[in-house]
């Protein structure tokens, strides 16, 4: 069954200065019996990225502590074109049914990631069918098409929302040039979403990209999200995916960003959060997949563990970004972390390949950080 989209009151804070997290044996206390998911029950669901080794191996310590914690769960990476579907006429749905069948049993809302982008394609996507050559235009929509109307029907009633389209704007230059804006120019968009609405008209439809919080990006988006709505294009709501650092983006900027998607009439939802203490080289602040940045031990310096400061440093981190969502709460349906703990996120290689990085709420033995406390401190009585 369907969660359906819930709207909570509005409670401004406020400021969003940093309060005192409580202490470690008064909390253990009062979350005896609990998790995130029941301190912000009354806020926006809590969510968390699954992925294919959990699914795998079906680890039942980090599936307890998924069900425990949290009351929305995305596919990390099972339900990418790549994966679920590599070839033209084959499918791979043993992740992802394990997954939907672990969340349905625990009526958890589930979030499909992603039915089109540019990145974990199927190496024969963009081939055309004699296997030479670039594909036609008209073979390329029919792919698409087949691809959509085969895993959100098959999903229908039991996911409740789907990343449609991910990365599809390049920064402050538009449209990004991937092969799908190449042979099918922006249409390809459009056409993703009306195609989800037709199978299951009751899903949320969502557009998700990385650093929304950058302002020429940001207002590109509301952009084309104003003009898909004026349209009659089914679009519910926008993901900002929240890979972001210690000191960056200004939280001024993410605010600003979380008010322009809510005026140009969609939902906001916090998708992919994590936050990398490591430090920076170049371009090692982006979420482009395709980024990679040269080892240097001077770019992993925590590989034994993250000292207190920097634990204290993170914690304070998440505090200031759940006290802005909070501030938001009637415009945010869902907060996600990318990931559930440190051992298997996604930036323990990203973009620098061997480093070990610190950027969730539970470190690498499942236990909870002073960031998890901080977050939890805010809905917790003192």
């Known amino acids: 069954m369907l969660m359906s989209r819930r709207r909570f009151c509005h409670q401004s804070l406020v400021a969003l200065s940093i309060t005192p997290v409580l202490k470690k044996s008064a909390l253990a206390q009062a979350l005896r019996s609990t998790g995130l998911k029941d301190l912000y029950k009354d806020d926006f669901l809590i969510g968390t990225a699954v992925s294919n080794r959990t699914l795998q191996e079906e680890d039942r310590a980090m599936l307890d502590l998924i069900a425990r914690e ?41 979030l499909g990631h992603t039915l089109v982008w540019h990145s974990q394609t199927a190496r024969d996507l963009f081939r055309a069918a004699s296997g030479t050559g670039v594909i036609t235009r008209d073979d390329l929509l029919r792919k698409m098409e087949d691809h959509i109307r085969t895993l959100v029907g098959r999903y ?3 996911i409740a929302a789907w990343d449609v389209v991910n990365e599809a704007v390049d920064e402050d ?15 390809f968009l459009e056409k993703a979403f009306h195609w989800a609405h037709e199978v299951d008209p009751k899903a949320q439809l969502l557009y998700n990209d990385y650093n929304m919080h950058n302002p020429g990006k940001a207002k590109f988006v509301a952009e084309f999200v104003r003009d898909f709505k004026k349209r009659g294009v089914p679009i519910h709501g926008v993901g900002m995916q929240g890979h972001v650092g210690l000191d960056y983006p200004d939280i001024r900027e993410f605010e600003a960003s979380v ?3 809510a ?3 969609v939902t906001v939802h916090i998708t992919e959060l994590d936050v990398d203490v490591l430090p920076q080289r170049g371009a090692s602040g982006t979420a482009e997949i395709s980024t990679r940045v040269e080892y240097s031990t001077e770019l992993n310096p925590w590989s034994d ?25 009637n415009l945010i349906d869902r907060v996600t972390t990318w990931g559930t703990s440190d051992d298997e996120s996604w930036k323990n290689n990203f973009p620098v390949p061997g480093r070990t990085n610190h950027p969730l709420l539970f470190d690498r033995k499942k236990q909870p950080k002073p960031a998890y406390r901080a977050v939890a401190a805010l809905k917790t009585p003192s």
């Not at 207190?308 to 938001?328: I, P, S, V």
Request: hydrophobic residues 40%.
């Open 70 to 110: 949290f009351n929305a769960v995305t596919a990390e990476n099972c339900m990418k074109w790549g994966q679920i579907h590599p070839e033209a006429e084959r499918w791979e749905w043993e992740l992802p049914d394990r997954l939907v069948r672990f969340a349905t049993g625990r009526n958890m809302y589930i």
């Open 156 to 158: 229908k009633g039991r």
């Open 173 to 187: 230059k538009g449209w990004r040039r991937s092969r799908w804006f190449e042979i099918l120019g922006p249409e």
């Open 305 to 329: 563990g993250l000292p207190t400061e920097m634990q204290d440093r993170l914690a304070r981190r998440y505090e200031e970004l759940f006290r802005l969502f909070l501030k938001h709460r």
């Open 259 to 261: 008010l322009l998607f």
């Open 263 to 265: 005026e140009a009439g």
